[in-house]
């Protein structure tokens, strides 16, 4: 289950943990999506401290794009050869 939530600044997306009946259940991601960055945070259950992982744009584009991608190391290009 996931829940989105507009706010003035971000977009807010909360992951909610349904898991298998007999598997531990994992504390909620949020993801807050800014305009520069994309954090995600979720609680450590050893410590019940929030961690939180900040993404750049850079860093959320190779991500959604590895996802699709086999083994390896990649550099992605611009169109046109430019970095």
Do not use: K, W
């Not at 450590?44 to 992982?53: K, L, Y």
């Not at 860093?59 to 699709?68: G, N, P, V």
């Amino acid at each position: 289950m996931f829940t989105i939530e507009h706010d003035f600044d971000a977009t807010v997306v909360t992951l909610v943990d349904e898991g298998e009946d007999q598997a531990p259940l994992r504390e909620d991601v949020v993801i807050n999506a800014f305009e520069d960055c994309v954090t995600v945070t979720q609680v450590d259950a050893r410590t019940d401290m929030p961690v939180t992982v900040t993404l750049s744009m850079s860093q959320l584009r190779d991500l959604s794009m590895a996802l699709d991608l086999p083994e390896g190391a990649y550099q992605l290009r611009r169109e046109g050869g430019e970095g």
